[in-house]
């Protein structure tokens, strides 16, 4: 069973950064492929950015070049950095972990990933 613990978010003004981190218990974050997704309110979850457990990186094109997802096998965490942060990234950020390496193509699915933590919350203010 893996266990999956965000931390990181919280209140932040346009154009400030964050970094979300994701605490992983009962496999290495190396073993699976990794994913940060968001929700906000009245919309669906989507996928933000994942990592396979080979390296491979994918990331939503919207997001790219202002959010970067990273993983520290020796905390073995999954991390995601966030700048110049708009209003529009207000959501709640999701960790989750499929029980393979890869991501592949659906590295945004949702339905794919197994393991899926509480969230944390990022609020964004213009």
């Known amino acids: 069973q893996v266990r999956l613990v965000e931390s990181g978010g919280g209140p932040v003004q346009a154009g400030g950064t964050l970094r979300l981190s994701c605490a992983a218990s009962?496999?290495?974050?190396?073993?699976?492929?990794m994913g940060w997704f968001r929700q906000a309110p009245g919309k669906e979850r989507e996928g933000v950015a994942a990592i396979g457990g080979y390296g491979s990186v994918y990331g939503a094109d919207s997001m790219k070049g202002r959010f970067t997802i990273s993983r520290d096998t020796d905390k073995n965490t999954l991390n995601l950095q966030m700048n110049s942060l708009q209003p529009g990234a207000t959501a709640r950020y999701y960790c989750?972990?499929?029980?393979?390496?890869?991501?592949?193509?659906?590295?945004?699915?949702?339905?794919?990933?197994?393991?899926w933590g509480q969230g944390t919350q990022v609020t964004v203010s213009s």
């Open positions: 989750a972990a499929r029980s393979t390496r890869l991501c592949s193509i659906v590295w945004d699915q949702r339905t794919v990933y197994d393991y």
């Open positions: 009962g496999s290495s974050v190396s073993n699976n492929c």
